[in-house]
């Protein structure tokens, strides 16, 4: 399995890496077969997210997408943060292994799951934005 130059420099060098205390919003993903978890942050002011941050525990693509799905959505309003796809953030890595495509559907949906929080928190209903977890296929996480 072959991870493209992007990858892996996002892998080794994550862009927007850490906590954040005074987040707006908090979204946790996690894959329950391969244990990956994924935690990003935002920072939400007029509709901007302003900063995001990520921490992720996981393997090389979750890392990787995590990475490019934060750097994707910062600076953008939150509506169209909303339509970013894993599609978009594979793209942007210049493609995934076929059995890691999952990976990036993870990063897809901790940001959903984070601007879900964000509309909780100020009270707006948060309609079920965050969709089905993929499951890792046998034998590939953590690769
Ligand atoms: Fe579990 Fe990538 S998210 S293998």
């Known amino acids: 399995m072959a991870y493209s130059e992007k990858v892996m420099e996002h892998f080794a060098n ?3 890496v850490g906590e954040m205390k005074d987040a707006d919003g908090v979204g946790e993903v996690g894959n329950p077969k391969c244990g990956d978890i994924m935690r990003m942050y935002i920072k939400v002011e007029d509709d901007v997210i302003t900063d995001v941050k990520f921490m992720t525990f996981g393997c090389g693509a979750a890392i990787a997408t995590s990475s490019m799905a934060t750097d994707l959505v910062k600076g953008k309003r939150i509506e ?3 339509k970013l796809t894993n599609k978009a953030v594979m793209e942007a890595l ?3 292994p076929p059995v890691k495509v999952h990976c990036s559907v993870l990063a897809e949906q901790a ?3 984070a601007v ?3 509309y909780r928190r100020r009270g707006i209903d948060p309609t079920p934005i965050v ?3 993929p499951e890792c296929e ?3 996480c953590h690769v």
């Open 14 to 16: 994550p862009h927007n």
């Open 80 to 82: 169209d943060a909303l």
């Open 94 to 96: 210049d493609g995934l």
């Open 111 to 113: 940001i959903k799951a």
């Open 116 to 118: 879900s929080d964000y």
């Open 131 to 133: 969709g089905e977890i």
């Open 138 to 140: 046998e034998g590939h």
